[in-house]
């Protein structure tokens, strides 16, 4: 690898920092040029001058340094590189980068950056497995953040899990393989719906259902991070924009056909949302009110459109490849089965929501990936995995 690649390494705090060191003679030893930005909380555990002598290079730790921001050098630090690495990267670094915080040189420079961001994560296991952390993972996931690590072992803290900092040899090879990923789906346009879509009842009042719009999200960024140009038509979610995704917000299913039939044409659909399949007749223009000894108003329902049998339609739009998603409580496999013959899609994502799963607005996802080909059972995984899994999978039909 020649010296016009350029790594931007950020050393966090923690004892993990001290492999830091060995990183920066790896990354040398490959010819990568080093830039280094120590946190005040790194400093406790290594020194600027280190970094320095092994990267070779001037190192940064202060976001005020009069002399560096006299050019905005935490913009050009933030533009110039090719990858940044941040290794070790503590629970509070990542919290920090989940919420957006710039206080620091550090979180400054990842959020003013427009280059891809590799995490290698050391903490307790404890902080690890902590809801909190695992949900800004999550949220960094779907903003294209990819991470490496943490292994499982004995820790400095005398506990044992997972939390420990990935060895500098494996950093290197999650490097090299961030700096030379293929990009197979570029010149690919893909469409994913995701989330659920709200009817109104009155103006105050919907119907909807439990989707989170993590497994539509996900989706979407891995496609975005194999090259494909992605239109996301999401319905009202909580979930961070993923990186690099044209997004058009959307309630309702009829808003959503129409944002997914004006993106058109596209080489992939992906019908992740759970749509409403009906909505009310008439929603009334004003809150419905409670009235004493006044019976509760009935609702008449009508069935919303049907937007995956829409795009699956044969025609000069139908996209070469469009996947539906089932979620069943019940009979998974031959309710999805069915659906991909009544729908006329491509690929069923089958996946059971019954409560004790979990799954619907969780974390994690198992499902059961049906075509005409049969079916493959993929293993209970994170969200995002999933959604790097599937991205594969329709690279791999394109290629």
């Not at 990267?89 to 950056?113: F, H």
């Not at 239109?231 to 993923?242: A, E, H, K, M, R």
């Not at 996947?323 to 729908?343: M, P, V, Y």
């Amino acid at each position: 690898m020649s010296m016009d690649k350029k790594i931007l390494l950020i050393v966090s705090g923690g004892i993990a920092a001290f492999k830091a060191l060995e990183l920066i003679r790896l990354l040398r030893g490959k010819s990568y040029a080093v830039t280094c930005v120590l946190t005040e909380a790194g400093a406790q555990f290594v020194t600027l001058l280190s970094l320095q002598a092994l990267s070779e290079s001037k190192a940064y730790t202060d976001l005020f340094s009069l002399t560096d921001e006299s050019e905005m050098g935490h913009i050009q630090l933030s533009r110039s590189a090719d990858l940044i690495v941040v290794a070790p990267a503590t629970a509070n670094i990542l919290a920090r980068m989940a919420t957006g915080l710039a206080d620091d040189l550090a979180t400054t420079l990842l959020l003013a950056t427009d280059k891809p961001v590799l995490v290698a994560p050391a903490m307790n296991v404890r902080m690890w497995l902590h809801p909190a952390t695992q949900a800004n993972i999550s949220t960094l996931s779907a903003r294209g953040v990819t991470f490496i690590g943490p292994d499982e072992g004995a820790m400095a803290c005398h506990e044992f899990g997972p939390g420990r900092l990935s060895e500098p040899p494996a950093i290197l090879a999650a490097i090299e393989a961030a700096l030379d990923a293929p990009k197979p789906l570029s010149g690919k346009h893909a469409v994913v719906t995701s989330g659920p879509t709200h009817e109104p009842i009155d103006p105050v009042r919907y119907i909807a259902n439990r989707s989170s719009g993590k497994q539509g999200h996900a989706i979407a960024a891995a496609l975005a991070s194999l090259g494909a140009r992605v239109t996301l038509v999401s319905g009202p979610v909580n979930q961070p924009d993923p990186s690099g995704v044209s997004i058009r917000r959307v309630e309702t299913a009829e808003e959503m056909l129409a944002a997914c039939q004006s993106a058109l044409p596209a080489d992939i659909f992906v019908a992740a949302a759970a749509v409403a399949d009906w909505r009310v007749e008439q929603a009334s223009t004003g809150k419905i009110k409670k009235k004493e000894g006044v019976a509760a108003p009935s609702l008449s329902l009508v069935p919303n459109p049907d937007i995956l049998a829409t795009l699956a339609k044969p025609g000069p739009n139908r996209p070469s490849l469009v996947i539906g998603f089932a979620a069943e409580t019940d009979d998974l496999l031959a309710n999805a089965q069915a659906k991909l013959t009544r729908k006329g899609c491509d690929w069923i994502v089958a996946n059971d929501v019954s409560p004790a799963t979990g799954i619907m607005g969780g974390d994690e996802n198992a499902i059961h990936l049906i075509s005409k080909a049969g079916v493959e059972d993929w293993p209970r995984l994170r969200k995002d995995d999933v959604g790097r899994r599937l991205a594969a999978r329709i690279a791999k039909e394109f290629t």
